[in-house]
């Protein structure tokens, strides 16, 4: 019966630092982080793991505000949506996110695309596909 209990413990101990490193990826947006990021990146500086985990999880909250507020104008009658459009356009928060986007987005990809992610941050890079998709699925039906 020990036996069991000690396999349950390492176990649920496994499975809760699997969880811990999840969260890594999973940060909110943080315009300090991002800048950063883009500083580093500018700069033409050496990016490390921990770079590119940072650049997932801020590209990710990135997309969600993004899909977030092509929702909330896709919901709006057609003869709000061209107005609701420019004012987001011309948004501060709006334009600061959708610059990063383009920044950490481009550095992810010449990073994969040059080998230079682990395999965990080549998995959770591949996971943002996901919301390019609905992105992109939003923008062509607004």
Known sequence: MN???????VLLAAGLASCGSDAEWHRPYDSAV??????????????TQADYTAMIAQS???????IEKSEDIGSLPDSSRTCAWRELLADDEYLERFSYMFTLGSALYQ?????????????????LDR????????????
Do not use: F, M, P, Q
Request: a negative charge; hydrophobic letters at 30%.
């Open 3 to 9: 036996t069991y209990k000690v396999l349950a413990g």
């Open 34 to 47: 991002c800048e950063e990021l883009s500083v580093k990146i500018d700069g033409r500086d050496s990016l």
């Open 60 to 66: 990710e909250g990135i997309l969600k505000y993004l």
């Open 111 to 127: 990073a994969d695309a040059e080998g230079r992610l682990d395999r965990d941050n080549k998995r959770h890079y591949a996971d």
């Open 131 to 142: 919301y390019n998709e609905r992105l992109a699925a939003i923008s062509d039906r607004n």
